[in-house]
């Protein structure tokens, strides 16, 4: 079967370090270097995924209409090896503004201005000649804009990777105050309308769960299909329990309300004996979430560590923790939540504890698999980890379900192969 040349657009380049560009690049194991693009908005990119990079960056496309020069371009070899040594801030990180709808229509703007393709974009495009156009959709309707023009000019295949529900979010997600707020149905009209045109065009659509994929597909006729985040993790080996040690553990985003939920487990194992603690891992997000952690006596935050660190971390662990926000906005912004940290948890052969809303798409995929200890509500948290905790022979429960599932759904081999094989399909 022959290999396409593939031409991903995203907001985040490859990387072994943020969530979504370890997920996309995992995707392209083994896919031959020559055959693969990228362009991207943010991120320091690894040469070991492929070697034809194109960054243009929020400041870079400000600077091009604001300075009338070009800015932003191809990556060079060279250059991907000098960012390792000599990081600059504009290229690793996101942009710093506020989101907002006002900020975010400001920012569609100044793309759509179309000042930054003096960078050389559609030279490089016309060089490269893609066979398939890759969009790890976002809330950026100039990125679907774009995808849909460059695959239209190189009448190439357009493929979407979704993983969010932008497109059905009727409420201001920013959580806009003032005016801010009042100018986001204007913004999510101008986001829904890319997004359709996208869609409406588009070859295939990959989407990271069922629930997302069903709500897209009743919405559109396309065709589609599903990807679990994958892991390469095959199962640690069975840990011996210890009456004077239980390790909880949690690793991962601080954010979305996920803190709050945290302290709820910190304060009950606490309670439960107060020699044990939940072991926390991440960046700290803002001085709210910080005072939150200061002041549980069951938490001990631990910092950021590397995504090496946390396998290491799970393998040390009694108990690993995966939580969601329960506030009202969060039952309606995270419905699709499906973390990658799941996968990871579902195949390390640890007792694993979801803690979030019934209603959201992860915690329905634990419930009616049964591969997880999930409690959607306090009173059921408590009595779960009296359980766990208390109870020894009962905390390997899901572990042999979880390890069937993991393998079915999450291997990484397996979600390799079959988007790898999707792709070829598609030229073939």
């Given at each position: 079967m022959m290999t396409p040349k593939v031409l991903v657009l995203s907001n985040e380049c490859f990387s072994n370090v943020t969530s979504n560009g370890r997920t996309l690049g995992n995707f392209f194991k083994?896919?031959?270097?020559?055959?693969?693009?990228?362009?991207?908005?943010?991120?320091?990119?690894?040469?070991?995924?492929?070697?034809?990079?194109?960054q243009v960056s929020d400041r870079n496309a400000l600077n091009a209409v604001m300075k009338k020069g070009a800015y932003g371009g191809r990556v060079s070899i060279e250059e991907l090896e000098n960012r390792k040594t000599n990081v600059d801030g504009d290229n690793i990180s996101k942009s710093k503004i506020n989101r907002n709808a006002i900020t975010m229509l400001a920012r569609e703007i100044i793309w759509e201005l179309g000042c930054w393709k003096k960078s050389g974009y559609w030279r490089w495009v016309s060089n490269y000649k893609p066979?398939?156009?890759?969009?790890?959709?976002?809330?950026?309707?100039?990125?679907?804009?774009?995808?849909?023009?460059?695959?239209?000019?190189?009448?190439?295949?357009?493929?979407?990777?979704?993983?969010?529900?932008?497109?059905?979010?009727?409420?201001?997600?920013?959580?806009g105050i003032g005016v801010a707020h009042y100018v986001y149905p204007i913004f999510h009209y101008i986001l829904k309308?890319?997004?359709?045109?996208?869609?409406?065009?588009?070859?295939?659509?990959?989407?990271?769960?069922?629930a997302l994929e069903k709500d897209f597909c009743d919405e559109f006729s396309i065709t589609s299909n599903v990807i679990y985040t994958a892991t390469d993790i095959q199962g640690f080996e069975?840990?011996?329990?210890?009456?004077?040690s239980f390790i909880v553990s949690y690793a991962g985003n601080l954010g979305v309300g996920r803190s709050t939920?945290?302290?709820?487990?910190?304060?009950?194992?606490?309670?439960?004996?107060p020699n044990y603690y939940l072991d926390v891992y991440g960046t700290i997000p803002n001085e709210r979430v910080e005072k939150e952690f200061n002041e549980c006596p069951g938490l001990r935050f631990q910092g950021r560590v590397s995504y090496e660190g946390v396998k290491n971390i799970m393998q040390g662990s009694d108990l690993l923790i995966h939580t969601e926000?329960?506030?009202?906005?969060?039952?309606?912004?995270?419905?699709?939540?499906?973390?990658?940290?799941?996968?990871?948890?579902?195949?390390?052969?640890?007792?694993?504890?979801?803690?979030?809303?019934?209603?959201?798409?992860?915690?329905?995929?634990?419930l009616q698999n049964e591969v997880a200890f999930v409690a959607t509500s306090k009173d059921e948290l408590e009595n779960i980890l009296q359980e766990v905790i208390l109870k020894a022979e009962i905390r390997m429960k899901y572990c042999k379900n979880a390890k069937k599932i993991a393998e079915l759904n999450h291997n990484q081999k397996n979600?390799?192969?079959?988007?790898?094989?999707?792709?070829?399909?598609?030229?073939?």
């Open positions: 083994a896919w031959p270097k020559e055959k693969l693009a990228q362009f991207f908005l943010s991120g320091l990119p690894e040469s070991e995924f492929c070697n034809n990079y194109f066979d398939i156009v890759l969009l790890q959709a976002g809330d950026c309707a100039f990125m679907f804009k774009l995808a849909l023009e460059t695959a239209r000019r190189c009448q190439a295949q357009l493929v979407i990777y979704n993983t969010e529900g932008y497109y059905f979010k009727k409420f201001d997600y920013f959580r309308r890319a997004i359709r045109k996208a869609y409406r065009y588009s070859d295939f659509a990959i989407f990271n769960c069922e069975t840990k011996q329990s210890n009456k004077n939920s945290l302290v709820d487990i910190a304060n009950i194992i606490h309670k439960i004996n926000g329960f506030e009202p906005y969060y039952l309606e912004d995270l419905k699709y939540a499906f973390s990658t940290k799941i996968a990871d948890c579902l195949a390390s052969n640890r007792c694993f504890l979801m803690y979030a809303p019934k209603e959201f798409a992860e915690t329905k995929y634990l979600s390799v192969v079959k988007f790898q094989q999707i792709l070829c399909k598609l030229i073939s």
